[in-house]
């Protein structure tokens, strides 16, 4: 059985880089009450950049395991993203260690954090393609499913980066299909009420605009 992976490393390091990621980029974080306090819990966000956990991390205290892909662990940051404990992810296959370090995180009422989407949008599109993943992980541990949604500019006091943090729902009962379905169309709901609230990038603005009409 797969070990639970360390938390100790987040604890220490986050409350620092956090602060100063707040003080850079500015960003606004809607929804912080959102993310349970304790038991079983996926955070799924949308993904558009390799800093998007930190907005999850700042509306909670827990220890969020992220899933990571493989190529982090191989550069000059591997130590870090090993110290905060995110899971290694070999995405050219099932990686049954990756799922068994995920499923040992939920069995342990801990919070695991999964990009649904696999990878950064770099598409047209508001969203790229849902992966099951995170679903199938949520409803074989009759998890919570925790939606968020990042939207504007990753830049120095950004006027327009956002995180809206939705409601918790229960996969308990659900398939994979269904949970997957809800999830995607919860991150579009919070994703166009960013928007509402001009927290985008014209790009954005634009894909919203296609996806809402279509």
């Not at 993904?47 to 827990?62: E, F, N, S, Y």
């Not at 499923?103 to 954090?113: H, I, P, Q």
């Not at 849902?130 to 199938?136: R, V």
């Not at 918790?168 to 949970?179: D, H, I, L, Y």
Request: one cysteine or more.
């Amino acid at each position: 059985m797969a070990k639970k992976p360390r938390t100790w490393g987040f604890k220490l390091l986050s409350p620092l880089l956090l602060t100063l990621f707040k003080l850079y980029y500015s960003p606004k974080v809607f929804g912080k009450g959102n993310i349970p306090k304790k038991g079983a819990v996926v955070i799924c966000s949308n993904h558009k950049h390799v800093l998007d956990q930190c907005l999850a991390a700042m509306a909670t205290h827990r220890v969020i395991n992220y899933m990571a892909k493989s190529e982090y662990f191989k550069g000059s940051f591997a130590w870090f993203f090993k110290l905060t404990g995110c899971i290694c992810v070999n995405r050219n296959g099932h990686d049954e260690e990756a799922k068994a370090s995920a499923n040992a995180v939920l069995e342990n009422g801990g919070a695991l954090g999964i990009f649904p989407e696999g990878t950064r949008n770099k598409t047209d599109d508001l969203l790229g393609q849902f992966k099951f993943g995170a679903a199938s992980l949520a409803c074989k541990n009759e998890a919570m499913m925790v939606p968020v949604a990042v939207t504007g500019e990753y830049k120095f006091r950004s006027k327009t980066l956002a995180s809206r943090i939705g409601k918790p729902f229960s996969t308990k009962g659900m398939t994979v299909e269904e949970a997957n379905k809800k999830l995607h169309d919860e991150i579009v709901k919070l994703i166009n009420e960013n928007l509402a609230e001009g927290c985008g990038t014209p790009e954005e603005f634009e894909r919203a605009k296609r996806y809402f009409v279509e």
